[in-house]
């Protein structure tokens, strides 16, 4: 049940896809806002008047979260449409908001608050911000991103303020949603491309489900159940286990136990090693067990080396724990700014016979994966292989773009080794020599 939601009598169901609507429409993302908490009776209208206007003039649903966080000086509202009907319903629930502050002089002004997933938000504000910068001149407003520190286990979003009139902050809505939907979109078809990744059972993750739904049912800003509808792939600290809804179990799966075991030299900038390790060690044991890993960090070979290499040693569904858990770790941890992707870089080692294959002819294979899952690839060429004929392949990337680089290079692997085991089988053994 949504305690305080108005979405089931005030929803338009052809907006998303119900019975006068298509399919499809479920996956495109809401538009999340926060009002003041004193312009929620107004918005609603007597006797629900106002919010079935808006509804029905706009083809949307809309939630408006009233008795979530008693007490709270605001309220978030989710609007379900179609991104012109998501933008229709925020002017009207801005114009509504705009005439009570005129009327009751409450306040002298009502900003627009967008909330937005914090793994978008550096896509939204772009590299070195411009991104931001070019909406904010373009609609002639001041945006504002609330800091990282207001992020907890309980709260996922962050808060978009945008300062201008009726207008200005409209039209800075249709980029600021346009931004965020692209980054939604990319990561969906991230996704798609991961759900078959070999050796990793999703529904035993339990990571991935609800993405089309997001955000859960009641609300962001609510305490999260492990029946809730988030999924931490767009979270700010991707993978944190249970207290996201993911299973955690220290003892290893059956399907661990009998997949193969892969090893992973994650670095990871030294400053991050003490909150990696935890006060006495705490930490790095916790997170070896949720993840069914061995979770090694090596000594540095440097007293000033910049970063520090941890060896992960499990089978796919652990790697992919373990190594979300240490990206989550190091975003939480802010070693990465705001405006900034976090990532990092992995090395894993391939048979020598299968790094051809990896580069491709011309490099044709390694620039098609590094267009498909937007990671760094490089094969060095110079390398020597080691004592098990083994050599090293470098991926860089942010954690969905390395987990689906190293799966797909996994495959290359899989794929030499199979055609090696049928040419052995196809050349004929020498028969004895008869006396």
């Not at 997933?117 to 909406?135: A, M, P």
């Not at 200005?168 to 965020?180: H, T």
């Not at 070999?198 to 955000?215: D, Q």
Request: charged letters at 25%; hydrophobic letters at 35%.
């Amino acid at each position: 049940m949504r305690t305080g939601s108005w979405q089931q009598e005030f929803g338009q169901p052809g907006a998303m896809g119900g019975p006068q609507g298509p399919r499809h429409r479920q996956q495109e993302l809401p538009l999340r806002i926060l009002v003041p908490t004193q312009f929620v009776g107004a918005i609603i209208g007597k006797e629900g008047l106002t919010i079935k206007n808006i509804t029905k003039q706009t083809q949307s649903k809309v939630d408006i979260h009233r008795k979530e966080n008693t007490g709270a000086n605001e309220k978030s509202i989710t609007i379900h449409s179609s991104k012109e009907g998501c933008s229709q319903a925020c002017r009207m629930i801005l114009e509504i908001m705009e005439k009570e502050a005129n009327d009751t002089k409450i306040v002298e002004e009502v900003p627009l608050k967008i909330l937005a997933l914090n793994s978008f938000v550096g896509r939204l504000i772009g590299k070195e911000g411009r991104n931001l910068k070019k909406i904010e001149q373009d609609t002639g407003t001041k945006i504002i991103i609330s800091s990282l520190q207001d992020l907890t286990i309980y709260n996922q979003e962050r808060t978009i303020t945008v300062r201008g009139g009726v207008e200005e902050c409209c039209n800075a809505e249709v980029e600021i949603m346009k931004k965020l939907r692209e980054a939604h979109e990319n990561d969906v078809a991230l996704l798609n491309q991961q759900t078959n990744m070999p050796g990793i059972n999703m529904s035993t993750l339990g990571i991935f489900s609800g993405l089309s739904a997001l955000p859960p049912a009641s609300g962001l800003r609510g305490p999260l159940s492990a029946s809730a509808n988030y999924s931490p792939l767009l979270g700010p600290t991707s993978v944190l286990g249970s207290m996201y809804g993911v299973p955690s179990s220290g003892a290893l799966s059956h399907q661990q136990t009998t997949a193969e075991q892969e090893v992973v030299y994650l670095f990871v900038p030294t400053p991050a090693v003490g909150a990696l390790i935890g006060k006495k060690g705490q930490h790095i044991r916790e997170l070896a067990h949720y993840a069914g890993a061995s979770i090694k960090i090596a000594a540095p070979d440097n007293p000033d080396d910049p970063d520090r290499m941890v060896i992960i040693t499990g089978p796919p569904e652990a790697q992919f724990k373990a190594q979300g858990r240490i990206y989550g770790k190091l975003k939480e941890e802010n070693f990465f700014t705001a405006k900034e992707e976090a990532k990092l870089e992995a090395h894993i080692k391939v048979p020598f016979t299968a790094a051809g294959r990896v580069i491709g002819k011309g490099g044709k294979t390694v620039n098609e994966l590094q267009n498909l899952t937007s990671a760094e690839v490089i094969v060095p060429r110079d390398q020597t292989a080691d004592e098990n004929d083994e050599v090293f392949v470098k991926i860089i990337g942010h954690f969905f773009a390395s987990q689906s680089a190293q799966r797909k290079i996994r495959e290359i692997v899989q794929q030499v080794k199979q055609q090696e085991r049928k040419y052995q089988q196809m050349v004929p053994t020498p028969s004895e020599p008869s006396n």
